[in-house]
Nanobody, 124 residues
Framework: QVQLVESGGGLVQAGGSLRLSCAAS????????MGWFRQAPGKEREFVAA????????YYAEFVKARFTISRDNAKNTVYLQMNTLKPEDTAVYYC?????????????????WGQGTQVTVSS
């Protein structure tokens, strides 16, 4: 069992930066792949970024490449999403997810555990 708590969301102007954190509890974190997803009002949840258990493999949605960076610190049971050059269209609730496998994936229904989400609002 893994419990996830996101933090770091907030209101930022376009062009600004935020760093989201996802703190995980449970002994399996270091062997779990992690992902970030987001859901904007009236839209489906979409993939943002994912990282393998050891951090050696990462995946990004095309619309965040070169702006967002996913990383993890297994000693702290935490995964991060550094978001730079934010745009109004990045406004959404951002969710952290975990799967008890080492390989990362962009497919949301392959993740078993989800956090409650953190709101990110980017003003123009």
């Amino acid at each position: 069992q893994v419990q996830l708590v996101e933090s770091g969301g907030g209101l930022v102007q376009a062009g600004g930066s935020l760093r989201l954190s996802c703190a995980a509890s449970g002994r399996t974190f270091s062997s779990s792949a992690m992902g970030w997803f987001r859901q904007a009002p009236g839209k489906e949840r979409e993939f943002v970024a994912a990282i393998s258990w050891g951090g050696g493999t990462t995946y990004y949605a095309e619309f965040v490449k070169a702006r967002f960076t996913i990383s993890r610190d297994n000693a702290k049971n935490t995964v991060y999403l550094q978001m730079n050059t934010l745009k109004p269209e990045d406004t959404a609730v951002y969710y952290c997810a975990a799967r008890p496998y080492k390989a990362a994936t962009m497919t949301s229904n392959l993740y078993d555990y989800w956090g409650q989400g953190t709101q990110v609002t980017v003003s123009s």
